[in-house]
């Protein structure tokens, strides 16, 4: 079965730029049958989507976050990362990796989406001096 | 301030039946995009509950249902028990963007 595992610093200074990668075992992230996401949950508080990444490459970002957000994709080595600039206290949270499946229909590109059902554990992040 | 609008907080007695109610708008859950719902446990990932509105995945009691009508969605748990105790959070879609509600903590009694 499908495993996600996330890994990076667990501390940031303020203004660096926050990077995490996530590993995906148990399968492959170069099928096209799902959108791979990053997301996060700040102390005490509800999930906030950032972007996804799809094994083609093709990206889409959380605009609240655009400006600061990359996420990049290494189908050899079977991980994506997550890269935050200029990050602030405001960034502190635990970010997740998750896989979200996708059907793709015909050459009008329908998608039917079937909700982020691998989760990796999480990992925190906290952006103090 | 979520995109979609949950309940705080629920309660129920164990054996009880509760709703979570998930309120979007013209551009996300009315516009026709699928709502899933997730059930977070206490210090663990968020674990997919109901999806595609009212799909449980394998595993997913049947004591779980979900709904959809116009730009609200619905989350019901029967026969509550106490491992039910958790935040849950609805998901649905804006365009290309992927939208939460706050969450609703979920307190058995």
């Known amino acids: 079965q499908v495993q996600l595992q996330e890994s990076g610093p667990g501390l940031v200074k303020p203004s660096q730029t926050l990077s995490l990668t996530c590993t995906v075992s148990g399968g492959s992230i170069s099928s096209g049958d799902y959108y791979w996401s990053w997301i996060r949950q700040p102390p005490g508080k509800g999930l906030e989507w950032i972007g996804y990444?799809?094994?083609?490459?093709?990206?889409y970002y959380n605009p609240s976050l655009k400006s600061r957000v990359t996420i990049s994709v290494d189908t050899s080595k079977n991980q994506f990362s997550l890269k935050l600039s200029s990050v602030t206290a405001a960034d502190t949270a635990v970010y997740y990796c998750?896989?979200?499946?996708?059907?793709?229909?015909?050459?009008?590109?329908?998608?039917?989406?079937?909700?982020?059902?691998?989760w990796g554990q999480g990992t925190t992040v906290t952006v103090s001096s | 301030q979520s995109v979609l609008t949950q309940p705080p907080s629920v309660s129920g007695a164990p054996g009880q039946r509760v709703t979570i109610s998930c309120t979007g708008s013209s551009s996300n859950i009315g516009a026709g995009y699928d709502v899933h719902w997730y059930q977070q446990l206490p210090g663990t990932a968020p674990k997919l509950l109901i999806y595609g509105n009212s799909n449980r995945p394998s595993g997913v009691p049947d004591r779980f249902s979900g709904s959809k009508s116009g730009t609200s969605a619905s989350l019901a748990i029967t026969g509550l028990q106490a491992e039910d105790e958790a935040d849950y959070y609805c998901q649905s879609y804006d365009s290309s963007l992927r939208v939460f509600g706050g969450g609703t903590k979920l307190t058995v009694l």
């Open positions: 990444i799809y094994y083609s490459g093709s990206t």
């Open positions: 998750a896989r979200e499946s996708v059907t793709i229909f015909g050459v009008a590109h329908i998608k039917v989406y079937y909700g982020m059902d691998v």
